[in-house]
């Protein structure tokens, strides 16, 4: 049986003047799939991801996300995801339960839901020694897995992490894909760009943009398989050559 689809791009294309940073793209992402957006700097990943979450109108095309409209319907489209930038995004001068306190509420969540959680939140990161710490306090790994976690506090049907485990070690990484793992069993859909090949192996489907197309989308093994190659590296590095344009 096929799974609901969230996310249905057909031409989509974005243009600035007479360049065109995405063209014509078009892939479906399933329910609870976790769906890797890869591509080199200036390859367009990051203006299709903006025109995804609602933040910059599309040129022409179609795209529905969580069933809206990305021409018409973008408050929709931002009430129904989570967005984590590798940039960290919680307030550093609140401390964890405040800054859970202050995204539930943004996102519309009751006291109780808020309540509840918090909780919830700070047991599952083994947070209950710092749960009153400034986040500025805590080190990187922990600032990470607590932005995705805020990220998700409304569960939404999909949530979007633009490079979210830059800079942080390797241990801290597979940690922070556990979290992944455990959104996407509970039916959150969860669409990554990364830089790290090694994390394309995680995903159930990877697409691998080049000069503002797609050039490969597929699972990792296929992948491997069809382009003749050891690992996710190797595939991306034999596309990426393609590129004529420069970041």
């Given amino acids: 049986m096929n799974k609901e689809k969230v996310i249905v791009a057909e031409g989509l294309t974005k243009r600035f003047g007479d360049f065109v940073a995405v063209d014509h793209i078009s892939f479906e992402v399933s329910k609870s799939e976790i769906f890797g957006f890869l591509g080199a700097n200036g390859a367009g990943k990051t203006t299709a991801m903006r025109m995804l979450c609602g933040l910059s109108i599309p040129t022409s095309g179609k795209a529905l996300v969580a069933g809206y409209d990305v021409f018409k319907d973008t408050d929709n489209i931002k009430n129904s995801i989570g967005y984590m930038s590798q940039k960290f995004s919680l307030y550093e001068d609140l401390t964890i339960r405040e800054n859970i306190r202050f ?26 020694n710092h749960q009153n710490s400034l986040v500025k306090s805590l080190p990187l790994g922990w600032k990470q897995k607590l932005a995705f976690s805020v ?97």
């Fill in 103 to 128: 995204y539930g509420g943004i996102y519309g969540l009751t006291k109780k839901q808020i309540q509840d959680k918090t909780s919830y939140l700070v047991d599952h990161l083994h947070l209950q």
């Fill in 151 to 247: 990220a998700i506090v409304h569960d939404p049907a999909i949530v979007f992490l633009d490079e979210p485990t830059g800079g942080v070690d390797p241990v801290t990484r597979r940690e922070f894909w556990e979290l992944i793992y455990d959104a996407s069993e509970r039916g959150i859909t969860i669409f990554v760009t990364t830089h790290y090949m090694d994390e394309a192996e995680y995903c159930n489907r990877v697409s691998i943009m080049v000069d503002g197309r797609i050039e490969a989308l597929d699972t990792p093994k296929a992948l491997k398989i069809n382009y003749d190659s050891a690992s996710m590296d190797e595939v991306f590095l034999k596309l990426a050559r393609k590129a004529v344009r420069g970041e």
